[in-house]
């Protein structure tokens, strides 16, 4: 059985991912300490009481995932409620817990977008948007011309999600997408902006719609969890590979 050090996993992950180039909405890295040895890991997109009781359950030394515990937005929270029952376990069971949020989001090979382009087998791909100097998704052509219903479709494959689009009326084909995964409802202006075709994220208000379309972008919504669940994925592959870790990925139902 392969073990590695928490130090030397979390200085992997946080130079793999390039941590130290953003300003986020929280922390990224270790956020709550465990034991001081690691054999096998869990991964998920969010630290959930269901996450965290799972990877406890099958003896997880440490949890890494997109969505950590701790937000600026939060504030200073009390240990108690529903907050507690996230944290308590952690720390019963001496599971550390790694959190990436925006590096996950943007990074061009392990990240959440460049795991959907890669399934699009998109081309001539580089990053796109940009949060306090730093990019959050990815640009690129995709492999042929697309109606917007046949990218949709194909899309809800990829996601396993049912994707909403908004529907420019003077475009009829799409081949340049801009990608960023979650809640970045607003940056499809960002793809108005450099001429691109479609962009796609996790959610969709009701003005982005009609904006967007106003805009000429299509723009693609396939759930916030649905297009975040890749850049976990392709990050276990990465431990896997590095430490010869056990490994293995917690699903979760949440449909938004």
């Known amino acids: 059985m392969s073990v590695v050090k928490r130090k030397d996993l979390e200085k992997f992950l946080n130079n793999l991912l390039n941590i ?21 890991v869990a991964f998920a997109v969010s630290a959930t009481r269901h996450s965290i009781n799972e990877a406890a359950k099958n003896g997880a030394n440490a949890l890494i ?7 600026k937005f939060h504030g200073t929270r009390a240990l108690k409620g529903p907050f507690a029952k996230r944290v308590f376990p952690l720390v019963r069971n001496e599971i550390n817990l790694f959190g990436y949020h925006l590096p996950l ?10 795991g959907i382009a890669k399934l699009l087998k998109m081309t001539d791909v580089t990053p796109f948007g940009d949060y306090k100097g730093s990019p959050t998704g990815l640009r690129g052509k995709l492999p042929k011309k697309y109606k917007r219903e046949e990218l949709a479709k194909e899309l809800e494959s990829i996601l396993n999600h049912k994707v909403i689009f908004s529907i420019p009326q003077e475009q009829e084909e799409i081949r340049t997408l801009a990608i960023i995964t979650g809640g970045a409802n607003s940056e499809w202006a960002g793809a108005m902006r450099l001429g691109l075709d479609a962009y796609l994220t996790g959610e969709m208000s ?33 431990v896997e590979r590095e430490f010869g870790l056990e490994c293995f990925f917690i699903e979760s139902q949440n449909p938004a």
């Open 20 to 40: 130290y180039e953003y300003q986020d909405y929280g922390p990224n890295g270790l956020q709550v300490e465990g034991v001081d040895e690691v054999s096998k």
């Open 105 to 114: 989001d943007a990074h061009l090979e392990v990240g959440n977008a460049a």
């Open 65 to 71: 995932v997109h969505h950590g515990l701790f937000w």
């Open 206 to 238: 009701e003005h982005d719609w009609h904006e967007s379309a106003e805009g000429g972008v299509t723009m693609f919504a396939g759930g916030h969890n649905a297009t975040e669940q890749f850049g976990v994925q392709l990050l276990m592959k990465e």
